[in-house]
Each structure stands twice: as C-alpha cells, then as structure tokens.
C-alpha cells in the first residue's frame, strides 16, 4: 500500500479512492465526477515538486522615523521634517518616486513609570512612526543607500526582502520539474505494483511560493556601505497529477 504525504493532493487522492465527489483546487465539480467515473484501479494520483533558484535582481526595504517629544504636536513637528529629509535622500540616492511608499504612520502616547501599582496612568509624551516602503532596483547601491537613509533621519529599519522582479521563466523551470517529478513517482509506484502509466488525466497546481528571503533588521546608526549579502531566491511549484493506469503486459 502506498502512503500519501499529507495535505491538499493526499485528500484529493483518498477522496477518489473513496469514491468521495469533491472539487479540489484545479478541479470543478464537473471533472472530479468524469474521474471518479473510471474504476477506483484504473487510475494514480501523486505530486510533484521542484525548486530552483536564482540571483536577487530587486530588494524591498522599509524604513521608518520614530520620533518623541513632550506632545504629539512636537513629536509630529520633529517627524515630518525628519521623514521629509529622509525622502529626499532616498530619491537623491537614484530611487525613482513611484518606488518610494509611505508605509505606516502612527501616533500614540508614551506612559511613565508608576510608582505603585494603584497609582493611575500618566502620559509622559508621545511618540509618532512614520514608515516608508522603498524598492531597490541595482542591488549592488543597497548599502550605500542604507547608510544614506540612516544618516538623513531613518532610526528604524524594519527589514530587507530580496525578491526576482520578473521570475516567470524561473517559476516555469520549477513547474516543469515538478511534473517530471510527478511522473516519476507514478512510474516508480505503477512499476511496483505491475502495471505501468497511461495518460494524464488532470493536472492541478498548487500555491507556489517563494522560499524566505534574508531579512535583516537594523537601528541606530549604520556605517557607511554598510555590508549587505542578496544571496539566492528560491521559487517552488507543487503539482497533482492523475494518470490513468494500464497492465504491464507481462
């Protein structure tokens, strides 16, 4: 008996065994009835997978002003001038406007210490966030840009996300591994049980996602070209496929 990994393709495959009607992702309802039509024996359902990598061309940064002061107005006041500046550095850095986003803004107020537990909340000032979504195009400028946006007034720097801005060709190099590899499960089990492969009845993908990007996370001062490393992006594509099954002939 051949065990099934778990997940979206193994409770399609055990619903077809079963006998059971249901319209899994990549199959409306009308298909999974014309595949459970055929004998339970006549068919196999496996998956496949594939990963392949490649070479960071776009990086996604955010950075942010914090800012306090005594009232929200002071604290708003001091933040948007630093915000300002910080933006204008970005954009002399070479990053075009329509890359820059703001990306989060908040106020709210800072509490001082109690001195008992029964004493009541005190507002002892405010603090005001301010965040900006910037995308890197020249990879190689990332640090430098870094240090540039540090120096004009970024405090926070949430994380860095390298990403293919255009990976279609290496998502379609995933895909096609993937149905290799799903062929040659089936093959391998069809072969251990005599009998061998058919044809393809139906192929489902499902959700590819990239694998984790290096992120980092920074405050304070940077120094300058600070040290950046884009490594490898990993993209992945998982695929159910159905093939029919037919007698070795032996």
Same mark, same amino acid.
């Given at each position: 008996?051949?065990? %099934?990994?778990?997940?979206?393709?193994?409770? %399609?495959?055990?619903?077809?065994?079963?006998?059971?009607?249901?319209?899994?992702?990549? %199959?409306?309802?009308?298909?999974? $009835?014309?595949?459970?039509?055929?004998?339970?024996?006549g068919?196999?359902?496996? =998956?496949?997978?594939?990963?392949?990598?490649g #070479?960071?061309?776009?990086?996604?940064?955010? /950075?942010?002003?914090?800012?306090?002061?005594? *009232?929200?107005?002071?604290?708003?006041?001091?933040?948007? *001038?630093?915000?300002?500046?910080?933006?204008?550095?970005?954009?002399?850095?070479?990053?075009?406007?329509?890359?820059? $986003? *703001?990306?989060?803004?908040?106020?709210?107020?800072?509490?001082?210490? &109690? #001195?008992?537990?029964?004493?009541?909340?005190?507002?002892?000032?405010?603090?005001?966030?301010?965040?900006?979504?910037?995308?890197?195009r020249?990879?190689?400028?990332?640090?430098? /840009?870094?240090?540039?946006?540090?120096?004009?007034?970024? @405090? $926070?720097?949430?994380?860095?996300?390298? =990403?293919i801005?255009?990976?279609?060709?290496?998502?379609? $190099?995933?895909?096609?591994?993937?149905?290799?590899?799903?062929? &040659?499960? #089936?093959?391998?089990?069809?072969?251990?049980? @005599?009998?061998? *492969?058919?044809?393809?009845?139906?192929?489902?993908?499902m959700?590819?996602?990239?694998?984790?990007?290096?992120?980092?996370?920074?405050?304070?001062?940077?120094?300058?070209?600070?040290?950046?490393?884009?490594g490898?992006?990993?993209?992945?594509?998982?695929?159910?496929?159905? %093939?029919? /099954?037919?007698?070795?002939? /032996?």
């Amino acid at each position: 008996m051949t065990t %099934f990994r778990r997940g979206p393709a193994a409770a %399609f495959a055990a619903a077809l065994f079963a006998g059971v009607l249901l319209a899994p992702v990549g %199959f409306d309802r009308a298909e999974a $009835q014309q595949l459970l039509a055929m004998p339970a024996d006549g068919r196999i359902v496996v =998956t496949g997978s594939a990963t392949v990598s490649g #070479a960071p061309d776009t990086a996604m940064v955010t /950075l942010s002003v914090v800012t306090e002061a005594a *009232t929200a107005g002071d604290a708003l006041t001091g933040n948007s *001038t630093d915000t300002t500046r910080l933006i204008d550095a970005v954009k002399a850095a070479g990053v075009a406007a329509a890359d820059v $986003q *703001t990306s989060g803004f908040s106020v709210y107020p800072r509490y001082a210490d &109690r #001195a008992d537990d029964d004493a009541p909340p005190r507002i002892a000032g405010y603090t005001v966030r301010n965040g900006v979504s910037v995308r890197v195009r020249e990879v190689g400028k990332l640090g430098e /840009l870094l240090d540039a946006a540090v120096r004009a007034g970024a @405090n $926070q720097i949430d994380g860095v996300a390298f =990403t293919i801005e255009d990976d279609t060709s290496l998502r379609d $190099q995933a895909r096609e591994g993937a149905v290799r590899d799903a062929r &040659r499960k #089936a093959e391998l089990y069809a072969a251990a049980a @005599n009998v061998k *492969t058919g044809r393809v009845l139906a192929i489902s993908e499902m959700t590819a996602d990239a694998s984790p990007r290096p992120m980092m996370r920074m405050a304070a001062e940077a120094a300058p070209s600070v040290p950046v490393e884009a490594g490898s992006v990993e993209l992945s594509a998982d695929v159910t496929v159905i %093939f029919s /099954l037919e007698p070795s002939g /032996l």
